[in-house]
């Protein structure tokens, strides 16, 4: 299993959070906080492409 996946299994059962907002309370705003973060990461993960001249020595 990759990173990618495994967060989307990790991110699965808040999704509902994701979609107030986080507007279902302090607890449902940190949830939402985080999971931005996560999303991003993903995001990120997904474009990322290895530098060749860098790596390639």
Known sequence: M???EWLDETLDPYWDYYQLEGQDGIFSAEIYHYM???VELQE????W????????K
């Open 49 to 56: 492409e290895p530098d060749h001249r860098k790596y390639e």
């Open 2 to 4: 990759d990173l990618i």
């Open 44 to 47: 990120t993960i997904r474009n």
């Open 36 to 38: 931005q973060q996560l």
